[in-house]
T-cell receptor, first 115, second 113 residues
Framework: DTAVSQTPKYLVTQMGNDKSIKCEQNLGHDTMYWYKQDSKKFLKIMFSYNNKELIINETVPNRFSPKSPDKAHLNLHINSLELGDSAVYFC??????????????FGPGTRLTVT | GESVGLHLPTLSVQEGDNSIINCAYSNSASDYFIWYKQESGKGPQFIIDIRSNMDKRQGQRVTVLLNKTVKHLSLQIAATQPGDSAVYFCAENIGGGADGLTFGKGTHLIIQP
């Protein structure tokens, strides 16, 4: 059983387009995240959602918007794609604050290529 | 700037030897640390974690050491195997839980036969 899944795995698109990446977790976790991994493998937090409330937004351009239809899903919408948006995007989930462990479970990643 | 970093970007070890991957952090308020392994084309996988009230924690073939005095974290892998080849990340959490993890830059562990 897949704990955290993302679709699509690969996404190739042109500059200026709008695209979405979907994420689902079946772990019953209350918090979900989006991370961006650049070409140098550096992972950086973009968003986290807890009970449909945005917790943090690490200076991400407003072209990026997370959408959470329910606790098990956190989709990432990107408008007006730019070349610099090319990266691997990871979704993750964890138990909410107060849990004994802050371990985050990561999805397989979505490789976005903007041409 | 980032508060978590690694001393070496690449570490090459002989199969069967022990591996030690180091990490430095700068925020003394960090109270939770975690090591992840990322294989090519996959998402990060949890290895082991440790809270700031501990100095050492052991798992299966792995040990994490935390030295709060010098803000240093290390991951020791015993009897390194070919399957251990991956990029290893340390990460920290400040405040706990939903605040997200701050990752270091990663160390690429290469296993030589």
């Amino acid at each position: 059983d897949t704990a955290v899944s993302q679709t699509p795995k690969y996404l190739v698109t042109q500059m200026g387009n709008d695209k979405s990446i979907k994420c689902e977790q079946n772990l019953g976790h209350d918090t979900m995240y989006w991370y961006k991994q650049d070409s140098k493998k550096f992972l950086k937090i973009m968003f986290s959602y807890n009970n449909k409330e945005l917790i943090i937004n690490e200076t991400v351009p407003n072209r990026f918007s997370p959408k959470s239809p329910d606790k098990a899903h956190l989709n990432l919408h990107i408008n007006s794609l730019e070349l610099g948006d090319s990266a691997v995007y990871f979704c993750a989930s964890s138990q909410e604050r107060g849990s004994s462990s802050y371990e985050q479970y990561f999805g397989p990643g979505t490789r976005l290529t903007v041409t | 700037g980032e508060s978590v970093g690694l001393h070496l970007p690449t570490l090459s070890v002989q199969e069967g030897d022990n591996s030690i991957i180091n990490c430095a952090y700068s925020n003394s308020a960090s109270d939770y640390f975690i090591w992840y392994k990322q294989e090519s084309g996959k998402g990060p996988q949890f290895i082991i974690d440790i809270r700031s009230n501990m100095d050492k924690r052991q798992g299966q073939r792995v040990t994490v050491l935390l030295n709060k005095t010098v803000k240093h974290l290390s991951l020791q892998i015993a009897a390194t195997q070919p399957g251990d080849s991956a990029v290893y990340f340390c990460a920290e959490n400040i405040g706990g839980g939903a605040d997200g993890l701050t990752f270091g830059k990663g160390t690429h562990l290469i296993i030589q036969p």
